[in-house]
């Protein structure tokens, strides 16, 4: 039997929870393991349930999304994070990336949207809900190229799509290149930034846009 993914509810609107918790108990592959109202409640929680993934509001009693997601990487840096919010301003998820998160949804998101970004954040992938993507996109092409790198052209443009969770299969297909020359863009991009991964990547150059 497969193994469900571990999903932990982080909102302190009950409601939210409880409409979330029923959406995903209806998913055979997905398992509510714990609750939080806060984000304290959240590292206690976070710590007894072991969650693969977790849903978290952005905007809680004790702080925020931002700060939420740099003490639970912190704590616990193999769990996943989704913020799941009702914000789409840019700067707010360019913070929550440099802090960690793996992926960005808004709460209007639908409910097979919602599990495809659980399960695609669990297996290792960037996700950004599409609201919002095209505003950092571009946001990210408007910067001034202010200092030398050593990523080439085209190693620039597949990061640029990273940094806006496009998954490989996406970046293949709008470059008309092969799934495989994808890794190995990305395996190159990622040697280049001494980064171990997707996510840190996107967080780097998100940091560093002027580097383009």
Same mark, same amino acid.
């Given at each position: 039997?497969?193994?469900?993914?571990?999903?932990?509810?982080?909102?302190?609107?009950?409601?939210?929870?409880?409409?979330?918790?029923?959406?995903?108990?209806?998913?055979?592959?997905?398992?509510?393991?714990?609750?939080?109202?806060?984000?304290?409640?959240?590292?206690?929680?976070? @710590?007894?349930?072991?969650?693969?993934?977790?849903?978290?509001?952005?905007?809680?009693?004790?702080?925020?999304?931002?700060?939420?997601?740099?003490?639970?990487?912190?704590?616990?840096?193999?769990?996943?994070?989704?913020?799941?919010?009702?914000? @789409?301003?840019?700067?707010?998820?360019?913070?929550?990336?440099?802090?960690?998160?793996?992926?960005?949804?808004?709460?209007?998101?639908?409910?097979?949207?919602?599990?495809?970004?659980?399960?695609?954040?669990?297996?290792?992938?960037?996700?950004?809900?599409?609201?919002?993507?095209?505003?950092?996109?571009?946001?990210?092409?408007?910067?001034?190229?202010?200092?030398?790198?050593?990523?080439?052209?085209?190693?620039?443009?597949?990061?640029?799509?990273?940094?806006?969770?496009?998954?490989?299969?996406?970046?293949?297909?709008?470059?008309?290149?092969?799934?495989?020359?994808?890794?190995?863009?990305?395996?190159?991009?990622?040697?280049?930034?001494?980064?171990?991964?997707?996510?840190?990547?996107?967080?780097?150059?998100?940091?560093?846009?002027?580097?383009?």
């Amino acid at each position: 039997m497969k193994k469900s993914i571990k999903v932990m509810l982080v909102d302190d609107h009950s409601v939210v929870r409880q409409g979330l918790r029923l959406l995903l108990e209806l998913d055979e592959a997905m398992e509510v393991c714990g609750e939080a109202e806060t984000l304290t409640g959240a590292v206690a929680v976070c @710590a007894e349930t072991a969650p693969d993934v977790i849903l978290l509001d952005f905007k809680l009693p004790d702080g925020d999304g931002i700060i939420g997601c740099g003490n639970l990487k912190r704590q616990f840096p193999q769990v996943k994070i989704i913020i799941l919010t009702a914000y @789409a301003d840019d700067h707010l998820v360019t913070e929550t990336i440099k802090a960690g998160a793996d992926g960005y949804l808004l709460k209007n998101v639908e409910s097979e949207e919602l599990i495809n970004t659980i399960q695609a954040v669990h297996k290792g992938q960037s996700v950004l809900d599409p609201s919002v993507t095209e505003i950092l996109f571009d946001n990210i092409k408007s910067q001034q190229p202010k200092k030398e790198h050593n990523l080439t052209p085209k190693e620039v443009q597949i990061l640029d799509m990273i940094s806006v969770g496009k998954a490989n299969k996406e970046i293949a297909e709008i470059m008309k290149i092969s799934d495989k020359t994808v890794r190995n863009y990305v395996s190159n991009i990622l040697q280049k930034l001494n980064v171990s991964n997707r996510t840190e990547a996107a967080s780097y150059w998100m940091r560093n846009s002027d580097l383009e």
